[in-house]
């Protein structure tokens, strides 16, 4: 079972930037597609996006769409996640997760979880 750590939370205000990392440990992460989901107060966890293992196929949920960019490097076992134009609604905790499955990953379908990163965006 892969191992993850995210990093680069912090505080941003409105419109500004943020990159997440997420450092995975073991040889599987290759094999592994890879999300981002998120929690705010209050409410569900909920999707955010995902990469397949090769990176070359990503999808997004509608609320990001066209701000926020999944990529990966499987060479430095990293998945990150680019945010763009940031609204005080993308405030939440963002969790990094390992799916054996592409197309379900946004269903919860993962394997593994990251104990997350706190993501502030002010107005």
């Known amino acids: 079972q892969v191992q993850l750590v995210e990093s680069g939370g912090g505080l ?9 990392s997420c ?5 599987t992460f290759s094999s592994k597609s890879m999300g981002w989901f998120r ?3 209050g409410k569900e966890r909920e999707f955010v996006a995902a990469i397949n293992r090769s990176g070359g196929s990503t999808y997004y949920a ?10 990966r490097d499987n060479a ?4 990150y996640l680019q945010m763009n134009n940031l609204k005080p ?4 905790v963002y969790y990094c997760a390992a799916s054996t499955a592409f197309y379900t990953l946004h269903s919860g379908v993962v394997n593994s979880w990251g104990q997350g990163t706190q993501v502030t965006v002010s107005s």
């Open 12 to 20: 941003v205000q409105a419109g500004g930037s943020l990159r997440l």
């Open 89 to 92: 609604e993308d405030t939440a």
């Open 39 to 41: 929690q705010a107060p």
């Open 62 to 71: 509608d609320s990001v769409k066209g701000r926020f960019t999944i990529s």
């Open 23 to 27: 450092a995975a440990s073991g040889r």
């Open 76 to 79: 430095k076992n990293t998945v």
